[in-house]
């Protein structure tokens, strides 16, 4: 079975940082686009950023350009979401995501099923 698997979630103090890890498992993440979402309660989902297979980054909200940032390793299999300066803005559902097309631009055939991150004091 082809799927996503997220892991790394937390309790966080605001300041604080927090990596978040992406598995692929049953395929390779190498050709693939990886995707970062969130859905905060009572929100809708939104892209965080993505990063391409060629580890480009494309962000998607200003609030985090400055804080986050994503990596890959594809000898591990994994994607890295990293979490710097937390606000409680940022508590939500993590989400990675990802795209055969490996550019960020089209739609993401897997899903993982999410790490919580909560920034509180």
């Known amino acids: 079975q082809l799927k996503l698997v997220e892991s790394g979630g937390g309790l966080v103090q605001p300041g604080e940082s927090r990596r978040l890890s992406c598995v692929g498992s049953g395929f390779t993440l190498y050709y693939y686009a990886i995707g970062w979402f969130r859905q905060a309660p009572g929100k809708e989902r939104e892209e965080v950023l993505c990063?391409?297979?060629?580890?480009?980054?494309?962000y998607y909200i200003d609030s985090v350009k400055d804080r986050f940032t994503a990596s890959r390793d594809n000898v591990k299999n994994v994607a890295y979401l990293h979490m710097n300066d937390l606000e409680p803005d940022d508590t939500a559902m993590y989400y990675c995501a990802a795209s055969l097309d490996g550019s960020c631009r089209y739609e993401y055939e897997y899903w993982g099923q999410g790490t919580q991150v909560t920034v509180s004091s």
């Open positions: 990063i391409s297979n060629t580890s480009n980054s494309t």
